[in-house]
């Protein structure tokens, strides 16, 4: 398996708290993304970088915040968490390159009551 | 913009058969990449195998192999002898030379019958 990592695994939080997903990659990949996977499975590319201090939103909007201040760390936040957040996030990473593969975390399944 | 579909939600296949999934993409590029990327059950997502838009041999990795017809847009897998391993979400994934980021099929959930 690739080696990028994510915590929490699971968890399940109340409304209106704030909560910060860590996603860490230790293959020294400068690209990094995270995805929303809905119920249904479909992945929505929510957020991205190039590297250090760079920062993008993907094609999904997401009310949550990101940050690349390491090359190998790529945390996600979410100021205050709604139900409407309930889903699982995927990490995911490559290199620059034509041909280069994006290799996944094991995803963080987030619900909020 | 590009688009993939997976037309098939979900599929089943006795094991040691032969099972072929479906995808057809959308697009005006034409130097792409195409991905398989299977999700087993609360495991990570890992790729398959891989095709270069400008290659006109199929990819094959072990029982693992495709039919990419370029002109038709389509992009099939298919699973060879099939394992109760090989049970999982399968995803279609496309991909712009000029480009990093990956544009997911829906998905299709294969399932294999001991």
């Known amino acids: 398996e690739a080696d990028i990592y994510q915590t929490p695994r699971y968890l399940v939080i109340g409304t209106g708290k704030k909560i910060t997903l860590e996603c860490s990659q230790t293959m020294g990949h400068d690209k990094m993304y995270w995805y929303q996977q809905d119920p249904g499975m479909e992945l929505h590319l929510i957020h991205y970088?190039?590297?250090?201090?760079?920062?993008e939103k993907g094609d999904l909007s997401s009310e949550s915040t990101v940050s690349r201040i390491r090359t190998e760390h790529f945390p996600l936040t979410l100021e205050s968490a709604r139900p409407s957040h309930t889903s699982q996030y995927l990490c995911a990473s490559t290199m620059s390159g034509y041909e280069a593969e994006q290799y996944f975390g094991p995803g963080t399944r987030l619900t909020v009551t | 913009a590009q688009t993939v579909t997976q037309s098939q939600p979900e599929m089943s296949v006795q094991e040691a058969e032969t099972v072929t999934l479906s995808c057809t993409y959308d697009?005006?590029?034409?130097?792409?990449?195409l991905f398989w990327y299977k999700q087993p059950p609360s495991r990570q997502m890992i790729l398959v195998i891989r095709q270069e838009a400008y290659k006109q041999q199929n990819a094959t990795e072990n029982r693992f192999s495709v039919n990419f017809q370029k002109a038709a847009k389509s992009f099939s897998l298919k699973i060879s002898d099939s394992q109760l391993g090989d049970a999982a979400m399968y995803f279609c994934?496309?991909?712009?030379?000029?480009?990093?980021?990956?544009?997911f099929g829906t998905g299709t959930r294969l399932a294999v019958r001991p």
């Open positions: 697009t005006s590029e034409s130097d792409y990449y």
């Open positions: 994934a496309f991909k712009k030379s000029s480009g990093d980021k990956l544009t």
């Open positions: 970088s190039y590297g250090v201090n760079s920062t």
